[in-house]
């Protein structure tokens, strides 16, 4: 999830020498708002009727199940469940921008993207 991803969550990373072994809830609001915004902004490439197509949408479609998993585990209490979640629901999306099956518009903030 650009700045989310290992080693650039700066911001929220424990002193040195302290253990980080709590998904508080504003790490779980913004990781559910990243992914929010990143299914906003994904747009299939993929020519109609194609393979890469029926990746693109099978992508998404997991990226989108994941993310609604997540938010209904946050409304009931499980955040650390959400956590996990929301992580695949953009690793999904994360994935198709990498192979081309989504235009994400250059965005390498809330993408990770090959270059």
């Given at each position: 999830?650009?700045?989310?991803?290992?080693?650039?969550?700066?911001?929220?990373?424990?002193?040195?020498?302290?253990?980080?072994?709590?998904?508080?809830?504003?790490?779980?609001?913004?990781?559910?708002?990243?992914?929010?915004?990143?299914?906003?902004?994904?747009?299939?490439?993929?020519?109609?009727?194609?393979?890469?197509?029926?990746?693109?949408?099978?992508?998404?479609?997991?990226?989108?199940?994941?993310?609604?998993d997540?938010?209904?585990?946050?409304?009931?209490?499980?955040?650390?469940?959400?956590?996990?979640q929301?992580?695949?629901?953009?690793?999904?999306?994360?994935?198709?921008?990498?192979?081309?099956?989504?235009?994400?518009?250059?965005?390498?903030?809330?993408?990770?993207?090959?270059?």
């Amino acid at each position: 999830m650009g700045r989310l991803k290992a080693g650039k969550d700066e911001a929220s990373a424990p002193p040195a020498g302290t253990r980080n072994d709590r998904v508080t809830p504003e790490k779980i609001a913004r990781y559910l708002d990243t992914t929010r915004r990143a299914l906003a902004k994904v747009q299939v490439v993929a020519p109609p009727r194609s393979f890469a197509a029926r990746m693109a949408e099978n992508f998404l479609d997991m990226a989108r199940r994941y993310h609604a998993d997540a938010l209904h585990s946050h409304e009931t209490g499980d955040d650390v469940q959400a956590f996990a979640q929301v992580n695949y629901a953009h690793g999904w999306l994360d994935a198709g921008a990498r192979l081309g099956l989504f235009d994400v518009g250059q965005d390498d903030v809330l993408f990770t993207l090959l270059d």
